[in-house]
């Protein structure tokens, strides 16, 4: 006995009365909307900021704010394909597309991944090119200067929102971005020390900055690949799982839980369970008792969009019948 349930937010007055209202539906499109606006000024405000310091490093030559431009011109770039996804993710569930689009946020991290890459080879060789080239000088160090204070400033601000409005929505992905941000900011800091270093008198100084701010990017592509990676590949942290055994246990009812299963598709948490009832109700009574655990799931895990109870009586033969199924496989 199974029944399935998307969570999208419309009234339900299904078996004994439980509803739920269009709030939950208007807070995922206001969340949505706040988190779009968020993409696009973060675009713009860093975007604005790379042009800057790509524009002086053409007149300063300095290897570390040309490190620091080429990792800002890769967030936007990701944070550009982040939109991407937010759009593609809400298109409607379809005959070909049965879950809908929301693993396209997903897809989008793995083109972040890329972006950040690729700025980090371009920016690691050319400050290699500048540490190796004895003739290497930054010019026009004042301009150099006072681009990287920028990329600082402008990093930061974007942190600033993007967190508070993160919060705001409910929004670990967004908080998450404005965490990185504000990491770029303290990379830009580290390409103004590469400057100053050379005002004293150290000419390494940018070159060396350039270098460690591409070690920097490389960090930050481990770091945010481990976690892109683990979410393509339906990783959840444990503690979601033990959560929804632990509300599906006090509904009343149930007997156990077992097969547990849970993946993230976008920022939608899917989920598939058993659960063990008196092997002696009425089919109907037993249908009521997966209904009250899908209800009770949905009310505790805010993010939780599709929800698959399988209903098994606590015959012991049914429930080795079962298990060896969800484990194996049909034959």
Do not use: C
């Not at 290699?128 to 601000?157: K, M, Q, S, T």
Request: hydrophobic share 50%; charged share 20%; aromatic share 6%.
């Amino acid at each position: 006995m199974a029944g399935g349930h998307e969570h999208d937010g419309h009234d339900h007055d299904d078996h004994g009365g439980h509803g739920h209202s269009h709030t939950t539906f208007d807070a995922e499109l206001a969340g949505h909307s706040a988190a779009v606006r968020a993409i696009w000024i973060s675009v713009a405000g860093l975007g604005v900021t790379a042009l800057f310091q790509l524009a002086i490093v053409a007149i300063t030559d300095s290897a570390g704010l040309f490190a620091d431009a080429l990792h800002n011109v890769g967030d936007v770039a990701g944070t550009a394909a982040l939109w991407l996804g937010f759009r593609l993710s809400r298109r409607p569930a379809s005959d070909r597309f049965t879950y809908g689009w929301r693993r396209a946020e997903d897809l989008a991290g793995l083109f972040i991944l890329l972006a950040i890459a690729v700025s980090a080879l371009l920016a690691g060789w050319d400050s290699l090119d500048a540490l190796l080239d004895e003739g290497h000088r930054v010019r026009n160090l004042g301009a150099a200067f006072g681009a990287a204070v920028v990329g600082a400033i402008g990093n930061e601000a974007v942190a600033v929102y993007k967190i508070r409005v993160g919060r705001r929505i409910d929004s670990a992905p967004l908080v998450a971005d404005g965490q990185h941000a504000r990491v770029d900011g303290l990379v830009s800091l580290g390409a103004a020390v590469g400057v100053a270093g050379v005002w004293l008198g150290f000419p390494l100084a940018d070159p060396l900055a350039g270098l460690a701010i591409t070690t920097t990017i490389v960090w930050i592509l481990v770091r945010t690949g481990r976690e892109v990676l683990a979410r393509n590949l339906d990783a959840v942290d444990p503690a979601v799982v033990e959560r929804i055994r632990t509300v599906a246990r006090g509904v009343d009812g149930v007997l156990d839980v077992h097969g547990v299963r849970a993946r993230h598709a976008g920022r939608s948490l899917l989920t598939q369970l058993h659960v063990e009832v008196d092997g002696d109700l009425s089919l109907r009574a037993a249908h009521l008792i997966g209904e009250e655990v899908r209800h009770a799931l949905v009310h505790e895990l805010p993010n939780l969009h599709d929800v698959d109870v399988h209903v098994d009586p606590d015959d012991d033969g049914a429930h080795e019948l079962t298990a060896h199924h969800f484990t194996e496989g049909p034959d």
